[in-house]
Structures are given as C-alpha cells and as structure tokens.
C-alpha cells in the first residue's frame, strides 16, 4: 500500500517569493508521482508528474518538482509565486504497473498575499 | 479536445435516497476513475474500470456501486444515503495506465 504525507496543511508567501511545498510518500513498489492544483470550487488539474527518468520535471505555470527516492520525496517548487497562485496543491502516487488507484495527500493550501 | 465531463454539477438529496452521478472521459480514454472529497481532505479512491470491467476498488461500502458503458462513459451509483455522503465527487479518465485526469466533479449535498 502507498501512503502520502504532505508536511505543511497551509503556505502563505508574499507575491514574487519562492515557495516549496513539500511531499513524502510511502511504497513497497515503485510508484509514479504526481502533483495537482484545485482551484476554489473546481476539479484537479495535472500540475506535473514524474514516470520516469530525469529526477526533475517540469510542469505548468513555472513549477517544477524533484523525485528523491532515497528521501522518498517530490517537493513541489516556484521560483516567483503569483497571485493566481493561490489555490490548494495535492501530492498522489500510484504503484507502478498497478490499478492506477491515486492516493493522494491531505493538500496544502498555497496563499499568495500581495 | 473536450476534457471529462460530469453531470450534474450540483445535487441536494435527503438520508436514504439514490443518487446516480455521471461522467463522460475524454475522447480516446478507456478507464474512468471515480474519488470521493470530503471537505478539506484529499480524494479519496472509490472505483476504476477499464474496457467496462472493475479494476479496483477502494474501501466503500457496498451502497456504493459503478458501471461503465461501451461508449466508455460511466456511471457512480450510491443507496440509502447519509449525511457522510456529502462531498465532491471526482471522476477521472486514462488510457489506461499513468496519468489521470479530473472533471469538474459534483458536489452532493445529503440533507
């Protein structure tokens, strides 16, 4: 089974700051990770995902994220956060060559003050 | 190309009534995936199905229950609701294997 831990329920940041929220996970097998944004009142939308290969990838508006198996993490990154920002981040894996099944984290709330 | 579509987009029912929740995956997807989200909780999985058999299941009791059609549409069902059935339904569709991706959900509110 696969559990997701995602270390800070809440992130306020002033607008240009960089902010990491951060993830850690949970596998006996080989998991694919990935990171969606839920904007208030909205479904999820696919922020980035890591199947295989380089350990960082990049997604949409600016984030990237960075796979450490040895840390069994997948921190997500932003450089300069906008306003447009603020929404709630949810860390998910999936076992590899499993149901698909997403477990997902708890989120943390990103909030981009001006 | 349209992304998943559900329907309907909001739902007020009373304990112990059925409520049938849809959703159409994106044009090319064969799996459809449902989650349950509780008000500030992550999804929790409900059900996959792929080419219309069930793939997986998550801990749901058995008032819950789905379907795929061969138009790879699919259909939530869930009986005798309860007030702890109120949440944001999620449907999400794939090729099948990786990547899903999420309708706008429908939120159920059970009176």
């Known amino acids: 089974a696969q559990s997701v831990t995602q270390l800070d329920s809440q992130v306020p940041v002033f607008e240009e700051a960089p902010v990491e929220l951060r993830c850690n996970y949970s596998s006996s097998v080989s998991v694919y990770l990935f990171w969606y944004v839920q904007y208030p009142n909205q479904g999820l939308q696919l922020l980035l995902k890591y199947l295989s290969g380089s350990t960082l990838v990049k997604g949409i508006n600016g984030f990237e994220a960075e796979f450490n198996k040895s840390q069994t993490s997948f921190h997500l990154r932003k450089p300069s956060v906008h306003i447009s920002d603020t929404a709630e981040y949810f860390c998910?894996?999936?076992?590899?060559?499993?149901?698909?099944?997403?477990?997902f984290g708890k989120g943390t709330k990103l909030t981009v003050n001006p | 190309d349209a992304g998943v579509t559900q329907s309907p987009t909001h739902l007020i029912k009373t304990r112990g009534q059925h409520v049938t929740l849809r959703c159409s995956p994106i044009s090319g997807h064969k799996s459809v995936s449902w989650y349950q989200q509780v008000l500030g909780q992550g999804p929790q999985f409900i059900f996959q199905?792929?080419?219309?058999?069930?793939?997986g299941r998550g801990n749901f009791p058995d008032r819950f229950s789905a379907r795929q059609f061969p138009n790879y549409s699919s259909e939530l069902n869930v009986n005798a609701l309860l007030l702890g059935d109120s949440a944001l339904y999620l449907c999400?569709?794939?090729?099948?294997?990786?990547?899903?991706?999420f309708g706008p959900g429908t939120r159920l509110l059970v009176l």
């Open positions: 999400a569709s794939s090729r099948g294997w990786e990547t899903q991706y």
């Open positions: 998910a894996v999936s076992a590899q060559g499993g149901s698909e099944k997403l477990v």
């Open positions: 199905y792929y080419e219309k058999e069930e793939r």
